[in-house]
């Protein structure tokens, strides 16, 4: 599932933003800035989810399912979206996250992953890889840092603007 990120920046005046693009525009490699975006703000972002169960809260397990958990002897009855462990451990590992030049790819393990974050005729979605605003302003700033970097690195005066980041994607999460 690729991670599609709408980048804006908010009250650049035209000039200013005209520089930034074109600065972006020329640089050949993102990856440094998106191995930091999923390290310090996608793997944490994810992590939340599964600590506060969803954020906005997953739909609660069916009483079918807590039965069947507890009689299987999984980690937890009633901690949504962990039964061994397998699926969070992957989510909330940013080396597991595909990175190239210009995009980040997340597999969070298991195939059956995805079926909880697009949902099922039998299953609520439950979207696992969801950033909220806080999530994005950090991410915001890791890639505005990361621009302005280049700018000072070409001669570019650099000024104080911050980058705004929205989630994207039809599953309604990252």
Known sequence: ???????????????????????????????????????FGIAPAVARNFEE????????????????????GLLTATRILVASGAMEQTATNP????IDTHSIVANPGPDYWIHHQ??????????????QIADQRIIGGIFNKFIEEHMAANGLRV?????????????GGL
């Open 159 to 171: 000024r104080g603007q911050k980058t705004v980041v929205g989630g994207g994607g039809a599953s």
């Open 95 to 98: 080396t597991n996250y595909r």
């Open 53 to 72: 169960g969803g954020r906005p809260r997953w739909a609660p397990l069916s009483e079918a399912t807590v039965l069947n958990k507890m009689r299987r």
């Open 1 to 39: 599932m690729a991670i599609d990120l709408i980048l804006q920046w908010e009250g650049v005046p035209a000039p200013e933003y005209s520089r930034r693009f074109r600065t972006a525009a020329h640089i050949v490699d993102f990856s440094p800035a998106l191995r930091k975006i999923a390290r």
């Open 118 to 131: 697009t949902g099922t005729p039998r299953m609520p979605q439950r979207v696992i890889m969801n950033l």
